[in-house]
């Protein structure tokens, strides 16, 4: 369900492009082992978000050439019949990554590499510069590209084409307010979505000591190619295995669609021993909501996934003992509606061991006023990472119901608040078979619930080996 090759690393989502009848995610990909080396793009393709079918590799390093160490981020677009692939040419000997593009005639079988870089070198004063990201809009091409300034702020730059071919450079679409001792050194990945009279900037952040770090939303307005923040930044995402999404503006409607990266909570032998590393998100709708806030939802066509409705229940429960909903498989959706007991936590807990030994806790909080996703017992094997995490929810403190979706599959979680807030979260259970889902409170007063689930098909993901590049023109 969630998109992945059966083997290998996968990391950041690329390339998202509505072509020909087809979406089209490519990621990036090493098709040599479950470690970040390698880098090449892989690719799936589907008529309908639910139906996945992988293609040949489409860009892959060239010996000696501008990419040698690796086809890095970017994405792609749709014009006059071809596909264009921009993206982030990698080189250990130099510090910057060059923009570049390839094309494909043929859907996204084959693909040529231009011959010369198509921005060779960064602007003056930047430090850091990788990740372009191409749109149209008011008929014109623009690009952001990822950076950081020799004054320690991060950055987003903008470029503007006509042809796709002949860009020129517009200044600093975007900068942040920190220098790197209180901030992000860089900003990777930039996505910008115009949503009528407003705009949506997603920016991850990345920092020399740690490497990727998480993925924040800006919303404000552009002018003269100049955007300017109306709110504070907020995680795009509060969950901690989320980053570096990629944005999609849907055919035929003004709707945006968003995929991310789920990186892996377990120590780097398990992963390789498990051969594989790395998810994508299942792919979400992005709108804003009357206040401006980004709201995101799992994409309408996700509910063709549901199979047997497996449980529905109304009830309560109290401090006395947990109620007990039902079973569902290991890939799951669920809809609820609880009422807080403001007394003390209450929300439900997903049992995955027979002796409940393996759970994972989704709790309301009225003291913090913050629903949790709790993963301390979600595996009895120590290199899996443990931790609590939580979003914000008011309602909690009030005694208000609260709205969720969750959609579980094996080993990913992604919690949807009522209000478009959004916790992605791996753990990874050890038992095998159905797990049970719970309703339990803390307090001394009691929790009311209403909780629907589905056991979701896989849909038509082929999870066979992706092929070997083809086409690769240095």
């Known amino acids: 369900m969630h998109l992945r090759p059966p083997l290998n690393w996968i ?11 087809h979406y089209h995610v490519f990621f990036q990909y090493n098709p040599y082992g479950p470690r970040h080396s390698n880098v090449h793009w892989g690719h799936y393709r589907s008529p309908d978000l639910i139906n996945w079918e992988p293609l040949p590799v489409a860009l892959a390093p060239t ?3 501008y990419d040698a160490d690796g086809c890095f981020s970017g994405n792609a677009v749709s014009d006059d019949g071809r596909m264009v692939a921009f993206y982030s040419a990698h080189r250990t000997d130099r510090w910057w990554q060059p923009v570049t593009t390839a094309e494909s005639y043929d859907g996204g079988i084959t693909w040529a590499k231009r011959p010369e870089l198509l921005i060779p070198e960064p602007p003056a004063d930047t430090t850091m510069y990788r990740d372009p990201y191409v749109w149209q809009q008011d008929g014109r091409w623009r690009m952001l590209v990822g950076s950081a300034l020799a004054d320690n702020r991060a950055a987003a730059q903008l470029y503007e084409s006509d042809d796709l071919e002949h860009w020129e450079y517009r200044g600093l679409f975007h900068v942040s307010d920190a220098a790197a001792d209180s901030g992000p050194v860089g900003w990777e990945c930039p996505q910008y979505a115009p949503l009528g009279d407003s705009g949506v900037l997603i920016i991850s952040d990345w920092t020399p000591q740690g490497g990727p770090s998480h993925t924040t939303v800006h ?9 300017t923040a109306t709110a504070a ?9 989320f980053y570096a999404p990629a944005l999609l503006r849907a055919p035929g409607e003004d709707r945006w669609l968003l995929w991310g990266w789920a990186w892996e909570a377990r120590d780097d032998a398990w992963a390789h021993e498990a051969g594989w590393a790395g ?8 709108t804003l909501a009357a206040d401006g806030t980004v709201v995101q939802r799992p994409a309408r066509e996700l509910l063709a996934l549901r199979g047997e409705r497996v449980l529905h229940r109304t009830g309560h429960v109290t401090q006395s003992g947990a109620a007990e909903l039902g079973q569902v498989s290991r890939t799951f959706d669920l809809t609820a509606v609880l009422t807080p007991d403001t007394t003390g936590t209450s929300g439900l807990r997903l049992v995955t ?4 030994t393996e759970y994972l806790d989704i709790s309301l909080d009225p003291t913090t006023g913050r629903l949790t996703v709790d993963r301390s017992h979600a595996s009895l094997d120590a290199r899996a990472r443990g931790g609590s995490y939580a979003v914000p929810c008011p309602a909690a403190t009030t005694g208000t119901p609260v709205e ?3 959609i579980v599959d094996r080993s990913i979680a992604e919690v949807y608040l009522g209000d478009g807030r959004v916790l992605t979260l791996r753990f990874y259970p050890l038992a095998e078979g159905p797990w ?9 007063g009691s929790s009311d619930f209403t909780v629907e689930a589905w056991n979701l098909t896989p849909g038509g993901i082929r999870q066979e080996p992706l092929l070997a590049s083809q086409g690769q023109d240095a």
């Open 11 to 21: 990391n950041d989502p690329n390339g998202l492009v509505f072509h020909d009848g």
């Open 233 to 241: 930044p907020v995680p795009l995402d509060h969950g901690p295995d």
């Open 279 to 286: 998810t994508l998100t299942l792919p979400r709708e992005v």
């Open 404 to 406: 969720l979706r969750v």
């Open 353 to 356: 061991a027979a002796d409940d």
């Open 436 to 444: 049970r889902l719970q309703a339990r409170t803390t307090g001394t």
């Open 63 to 65: 010996p000696g050439g």
């Open 219 to 227: 919303t404000g307005r552009e002018q003269d190619g100049r955007f």
